[in-house]
């Protein structure tokens, strides 16, 4: 019978059911293996105190501090027996501030014997707001005794002088976690080490049993720069090979080389082009040309920032591929932006685009449109169109993807604005090909050199940083609504004076107003500034009807959003575009390819709602014609906090990858990585994407020259293994569907 290997145990047979049932559902742990690698977030030195100054709102935190003094209140309550209820209220310091901790009701009487003045001791709970204080509300505590035998056991628990803190949660204290770890630690010495040899031994990092060991129970903040330096190369590493693997795959698949016939319909294109590209676009396209020229498929992410001109540089790869006598199809994320698209090629195109018709010249192509909401006659014309090889160009939403559509010869397809498009649907268009076609992944959304290169490693990555000549500068001005009114006045003032010079404005809101309202349902009576904070996010439909009401009156104000009718949205993007409407108040729809150059102003409602990069995308809806742009962050945050902050920043800046970074240092890596790679957990517990680049980039080259050297991974096991854990189920769709 085989032994199950020590790392793989379930946690259920050494930590008991009850305990192991906790991790699971709310850590996402389940074997020994798991426990080991939930990493402490931080270390307390048992002589020095926590900054209690530091402490992250509405997050569960954990710290050691000393009671300075404790008060039992007793107040008339109707719930209590004799009608006096109790109230203990304990004040905790820590040199760097002072936190109030409560209990109430039958919770008092232990808390009061336990935590007199001078106690020390750990304190676990949610940190909120009460009276303009921060406060824990029967918090959980463990306390840090120095005499006798429980000192003795407690000493020994918090091995050494530094206490881990782990990540926790209010159903499983970090103490317990701790515990909880002490008992799996054994198991380390028989973890198997990712890492080869020489590898190892050349950057002079500790053994994987050592790392783990002096991760969880270090003696000295040398053991924790030991055990991290080690612990981030193995998720670099193996991230790395796993990429590195795919990469070496695809270079095995076969594909058409698409080279493009001289003088075919790109020339005709390029000749009729009344401006010249930039240096940029011209050291893309070539990128892009010699990859399509090769006899594998190519896999290359063009990021470029809002308005640098990634769609021409699509346009003349899917020319350069129908002139190879290829077809190349086009995926977007919604209708309105595969309408948007279909209609802004066909105009770049003129004639070009007229094959098969009348009007057409020698070099001409269809360029068809797909989108579910097309009529059954305009459909089944589309899709004959494609069999038949008459189109050369389709741009569609998912339809595209469904198993009717069938190609005559798919060389090349385009991904429009990755992150909204699942694996699997890149996977099935790709199957669509006689061959693998060539795949072009595009997105707006600037991402830092480090995360292209952990979540898009299997890609090749061609960048475009400049501008095309003719785009205006955006002013950009955070509006404090609740501090300065007049300021939120001023602001629907300048968008008057926007519309009375002939230009448009968007009003960007982040909901759309006819969803039920949860947050009236039992809602409970809350203070002022809870308020501000709690309340549901303001609504296009409700914005609409006030400024039609008020500041905007006599203006033409239309609605958009993405409940409506796919009709209905065409028409409304289309009296905008034809400047038939002043203002239009919209959801994010808005957020990428709608492209109307005299929208010059752009107010973004309750702004503090939405992400860095989604604020920078909404803004570069604007200043995209000869005049300058303007766009409005309207909060009602207050000036100290991080979502003020967050705002300020892009106001600062329009260099959306300077944006990224601020982004990437403000939230969890997780979220980046998650939101990147579909739905996929971040496997990155130690390495941070922005501060671990050159691990990353070295980790990058390292992966590359062990599997060219053992494509298998033969002669590792432990890396093998280590994949193996990495490429849960979801994760191993998502690398082999590239």
């Not at 232990?110 to 304190?123: I, S, V």
């Not at 448009?504 to 904070?533: L, T, W």
Request: with cysteine; glycine share 8%.
């Amino acid at each position: 019978m085989d032994l199950v290997p020590a790392l793989e145990e379930p946690l259920k047979k050494t930590l008991g059911p009850a305990t192991a049932k906790v991790m699971a559902e709310h850590l996402g742990l389940h074997t020994v293996g798991d426990l080991l690698h939930h990493y402490p977030r931080r270390y307390e030195e048992r002589g020095q105190l926590t900054h209690l100054a530091d402490l992250p709102m509405d997050e569960h935190a954990t710290v050691v501090a000393q009671v300075a003094d404790a008060r039992l209140l007793t107040f008339a309550s109707s719930k209590a027996p004799r009608g006096k209820g109790q109230r203990l209220e304990v004040t905790i310091t820590d040199g760097s501030g002072r936190l109030q901790l409560v209990f109430f009701g039958n919770g008092v009487h232990k808390p009061h014997k336990d935590l007199l003045p001078g106690t020390r001791a750990m304190f676990s709970g949610k940190v909120s707001v009460f009276n303009h204080r921060l406060q824990l509300a029967h918090p959980a505590y463990e306390l840090l005794r120095g005499d006798g035998d429980e000192a003795a056991e407690t000493v020994g628990t918090w091995a050494g002088s530094l206490i881990p803190i782990y990540p926790a949660t209010a159903k499983l204290e970090s103490w317990k976690l701790a515990k909880a770890v002490q008992t799996v630690l054994p198991s380390a010495q028989e973890a198997l080490d990712p890492l080869p040899e020489s590898l190892r031994d050349g950057r002079g990092l500790v053994a994987l049993p050592e790392a783990l060991l002096k991760i969880h129970r270090p003696h000295t903040k040398a053991d924790i720069a030991d055990a991290r330096a080690r612990l981030k190369w193995d998720e670099a590493f193996v991230l790395q090979v796993a990429l590195a693997r795919r990469r070496y795959a695809d270079a095995q698949l076969p594909a058409v080389a698409r080279r493009p016939a001289p003088d075919g319909l790109l020339t005709a294109f390029d000749a009729k082009l009344p401006f010249t590209l930039t240096e940029g676009q011209q050291k893309v396209s070539k990128e892009i040309f010699d990859d399509l020229a090769t006899e594998h498929p190519m896999h290359r992410l063009l990021q470029g920032e809002v308005g640098s001109g990634k769609t021409m540089v699509a346009l003349r790869a899917m020319l350069a591929v129908v002139d190879a006598g290829g077809q190349s199809a086009m995926l977007a994320p919604t209708e309105v932006l595969a309408q948007q698209h279909h209609r802004s090629i066909t105009e770049m195109m003129g004639e070009l685009a007229e094959g098969g018709t009348l009007g057409g010249i020698e070099h001409s192509t269809k360029v068809v449109l797909l989108t579910g909401s097309m009529g059954t006659a305009a459909r089944r014309q589309a899709l004959l169109d494609l069999v038949t090889g008459e189109a050369g160009i389709v741009i569609g939403t998912h339809a595209l993807i469904e198993d009717k559509v069938q190609f005559h010869d798919l060389g090349l397809v385009v991904v429009d604005e990755q992150h909204r498009f699942g694996v699997e649907q890149r996977d099935a268009l790709r199957s669509k090909g006689k061959q693998p076609p060539h795949l072009l992944v595009m997105t707006a959304t600037p991402i830092p050199r480090t995360v292209a290169m952990t979540v898009f490693g299997d890609l090749e990555t061609s960048v475009l940083d400049q501008l095309p000549a003719g785009r205006s500068p955006i002013a950009s001005h955070v509006v404090p609504a609740a501090d300065k009114p007049h300021f939120l006045a001023r602001a629907w003032e300048r968008v008057r004076e926007e519309v009375e010079n002939g230009h448009q404005a968007y009003v960007v809101c982040p909901r759309i107003g006819d969803e039920e309202d949860e947050s009236k349902k039992g809602a409970k009576k809350k203070s002022p500034e809870d308020e501000a904070e709690k309340r549901p996010p303001l609504a296009v439909l409700d914005v609409a009807a006030q400024l039609v009401k008020g500041p905007l009156q006599g203006l033409k104000v239309e609605v958009l959003h993405g409940r409506m009718a796919p009709d209905d949205k065409d028409a409304v993007m289309r009296r905008f575009a034809a400047g038939a409407t002043d203002v239009l108040v919209a959801t994010t729809v808005i957020e990428v390819g709608v492209n109307v150059p005299n929208a010059t102003a752009m107010v973004i409602m309750d702004a503090d709602r939405f992400g860095v990069s989604q604020l920078h995308q909404l803004r570069g809806r604007v200043g995209r014609g000869s005049a300058p742009g303007l766009c409005l962050l309207v909060t009602e945050m207050p000036e100290a906090s991080p979502a003020r902050q967050r705002l300020t920043a892009v106001a600062s800046t329009l260099d959306g990858f300077e944006l990224s970074r601020i982004d990437l240092e403000q939230r969890r890596e997780g979220d980046v990585l998650g939101q990147a790679q579909s739905g996929v957990r971040s496997s990155l517990r130690m390495l941070t994407v922005i501060d671990d680049e050159e691990i990353i980039a070295e980790a990058r080259e390292e992966a590359a020259a062990v599997v060219a050297g053992d494509p298998e991974l033969e002669h590792l096991p432990g890396l093998r293994t280590a994949l193996q854990a990495l490429l849960d189920e979801d994760r191993e769709q998502y690398l082999d569907k590239g």
